[in-house]
T-cell receptor, first 112, second 113 residues
Framework: SQKIEQNSEALNIQEGKTATLTCNYTNYSPAYLQWYRQDPGRGPVFLLLIRENEKEKRKERLKVTFDTTLKQSLFHITASQPADSATYLCALSPGEGGKLIFGQGTELSVKP | DAGVIQSPRHEVTEMGQEVTLRCKPI?????LFWYRQTMMRGLELLIYFNNNVPIDDSGMPEDRFSAKMPNASFSTLKIQPSEPRDSAVYFC???????????FGDGTRLSIL
């Protein structure tokens, strides 16, 4: 069956450290993968998109990798801050259409 | 620029009543998506439209749910009759094309008593 899985446990880290979140998928061949941030009571907000022919993408303190052999994407936040505390969702395109399938999300808590 | 606008933000109604959720996408976006989010099932795609035409409604849970997009600036999701298990946060999102980032509204928190 098709699955997309993120770290099921909440991630607690100290301010200034690097947070690494994992997104694994099975039985999909996505053309691209996206990462979103969601704060309580708000809709998800787009952060980064990475295509199947790209290994790595960066934006300020954020970095995403995409390994189509391992069927895995890693999302890194360097020099983390308490303001980075939120739930992070990965989403992939399951086919040719415009839709996305979302993972369950990983809750990140950055302590001062 | 205005983002995706959803109304109402909160809706509490009794089982059996009709519920209508509304969405105004970002101007110029040709894709519109309806999602449902619960703790148990996460964020699930219900239906999406391209150029006002429904493309994939395989996520619509049953015939009690229907969605329309009469024009490029408005969409509705209707539940009739509503049931307690429909309680969730419903999000609308729009995007400028296939593979483009999706922009979400702040959702409608629906409670069916």
């Amino acid at each position: 069956s098709q699955k997309i899985e993120q770290n099921s446990e909440a991630l607690n880290i100290q301010e200034g450290k690097t947070a690494t979140l994992t997104c694994n998928y099975t039985n999909y061949s996505p053309a691209y993968l996206q990462w979103y941030r969601q704060d309580p009571g708000r809709g998800p907000v787009f952060l980064l998109l990475i295509r199947e022919n790209e290994k790595e993408k960066r934006k300020e303190r954020l970095k995403v990798t995409f390994d189509t052999t391992l069927k895995q994407s890693l999302f890194h936040i360097t020099a983390s801050q308490p303001a980075d505390s939120a739930t992070y969702l990965c989403a992939l395109s399951p086919g040719e259409g415009g839709k996305l399938i979302f993972g369950q999300g990983t809750e990140l808590s950055v302590k001062p | 620029d205005a983002g995706v606008i959803q109304s109402p933000r909160h809706e509490v109604t009794e089982m059996g009543q009709e519920v209508t959720l509304r969405c105004k996408p970002i101007s110029g976006h040709d894709y519109l998506f309806w999602y449902r989010q619960t703790m148990m099932r996460g964020l699930e795609l219900l239906i999406y439209f391209n150029n006002n035409v429904p493309i994939d409604d395989s996520g619509m849970p049953e015939d009690r749910f229907s969605a329309k997009m009469p024009n490029a600036s408005f969409s509705t999701l209707k539940i009739q009759p509503s049931e307690p298990r429909d309680s969730a946060v419903y999000f609308c999102a729009s995007s400028a094309g296939r593979g483009q980032p999706q922009h979400f509204g702040d959702g409608t928190r629906l409670s069916i008593l």
